[in-house]
């Protein structure tokens, strides 16, 4: 799995957008990008996933440059309870094998977001 | 329902006693995964189970025992347990054959003494 390089802490102000950054310089065209966040003893949370398109759910926006290397994760209103560490995770396609890839965290950015 | 449920929450055991924890999840996932978190660092994989069948081991000492008994399920055997091996103890599930999301438990807080 391809390795991630992530802040290791940034803050944000309740409201505004949280920008996330991630890069991912060795990332091959068989791996999805994945973002899972964790606040303060809680199992990992998913956010949103994606191969090379943009993509944007119900929680946050995933934009993946074009040569794949490197990415963000936008909030784009920050409140309190985003508080947490976000984790970028590169993860394996392995379609029709029968076996599961493996999720390999990285040590990613605890985000503050504060008043 | 997009649950899995770990148990025992909290758990004390010494050093020469034998305990397991369990997960479970009815999502339909044929994936389950074991992961082990210390304090202030990020999850490490343990296991991954596909479709009932250990298809990776991350190398961990054999005091650590998987086992997934049928699709819904999945144990984590401890025995002889040392001190450093106290964590939080995470399982998570997913989809196989599709690139989907995994799905975490609150984990477990293990305790050794």
């Known amino acids: 799995d391809a390795k991630t390089t992530q802040p290791t802490s940034m803050d944000c102000a309740e409201g505004r957008a949280a920008n996330l950054p991630c890069n991912h310089s060795t990332i091959s065209g068989n791996e999805y990008v994945y973002w899972y966040r964790q606040i303060h003893s809680q199992g990992p949370q998913y956010i949103i996933h994606?191969?090379?398109n943009n993509e944007t759910n119900e929680m946050a926006s995933l934009i993946i440059t074009e040569d794949r290397k490197s990415s963000t994760l936008i909030l784009p209103h920050a409140t309190l309870r985003d508080t947490a560490v976000y984790y970028c995770i590169v993860r394996l396609t392995l379609i029709n094998t029968g076996t599961a890839s493996k999720l390999t965290f990285g040590t990613g950015t605890r985000l503050q977001v504060t008043l | 329902d997009t649950e899995v449920t770990q148990t025992p929450k909290h758990l004390v055991m010494g050093m020469t006693n034998k305990k397991s924890l369990k997960c479970e999840q009815h999502m339909g996932h044929r994936a389950m995964y074991w992961y082990k978190q210390k304090a202030k660092k990020p999850p490490e994989l343990m296991f991954v189970?596909?479709?009932?069948?250990?298809?990776i081991n991350e190398s961990v000492p054999s005091r650590f025992s998987p086992e997934c008994p049928n699709s819904s399920l999945l144990n984590l055997h401890l025995h002889a347990l040392q001190p450093e091996d106290s964590a939080l103890y995470l399982c998570a599930s997913s989809g196989v054959l599709r690139n989907t999301e995994a799905f975490f438990g609150q984990g477990t807080r293990l305790t050794v003494v």
């Open positions: 189970y596909s479709y009932e069948k250990l298809s």
């Open positions: 994606g191969l090379k």
